[in-house]
Every structure is written in structure tokens, then in C-alpha cells.
């Protein structure tokens, strides 16, 4: 398998960063842990942006470096660009 084209810091992570461009169709290879996976980006996808490598129900935590950093707005399949339109960010109260 080539290099990662996203990292994931935590397990319990749902997304990846992204550390090239993607465009809509190719494979993205992630690290999670000790596992290597590969997801098919759903979307054109700008490099230091998001992809979902779980699916993630709307209303479900999004998870970045093993921390909440919002809720989704809507389905979000593995694959799809997680950025401010399908996410909303909430505060530590709401947790």
C-alpha cells in the first residue's frame, strides 16, 4: 500500500485529514492505529480538509484527534467531505 493520504491520531476517531487533495472517486489510504484502510472519497476533497472514514448518523459526534469537535447536520457515509456545511459546532455544555 502507498503512503497515507490522511491521518487519524486517535482510535476513536470517525475522520481523517487529509494530507494531499483528493478528487471525487479515488481511494484515500488511512492509518488508524495499527489498521490500514481505504475509503472512496465521495467528493472532491481540498488537502488539510476532512473525509469521513465511518459513517456518521445526523445528529452523531464528529471526532478529530480522540476529541467532539461538532454534530452532524446530516448522514455523512464514509467517504464524504465533513466540513462546516454538514457539521455545527457546539459547545462543551451540550456535550
Known amino acids: 500500500m502507498d503512503m497515507p493520504k490522511a491521518i487519524v491520531m486517535e482510535e476513536k476517531d470517525n475522520v481523517a485529514t487529509l494530507i494531499t487533495s483528493i478528487d471525487k472517486g479515488h481511494q ?3 492509518e488508524v492505529g495499527e489498521k490500514k484502510i481505504e475509503v472512496q472519497a465521495l467528493d472532491d476533497i481540498p488537502y488539510g480538509h476532512k473525509i469521513a472514514f465511518k459513517d456518521i448518523d ?3 459526534e464528529v471526532i478529530k484527534y480522540g476529541e467532539v469537535i461538532g454534530r452532524s447536520t446530516e448522514h455523512i457515509k464514509a467517504g464524504c467531505h465533513v466540513h462546516i456545511h454538514n457539521i455545527e459546532s457546539i459547545s462543551l455544555g451540550n456535550l
Do not use: A, E, L
Request: net charge positive.
Open 58 to 60: 445526523k445528529g452523531g
Open 28 to 30: 484515500v489510504q488511512i
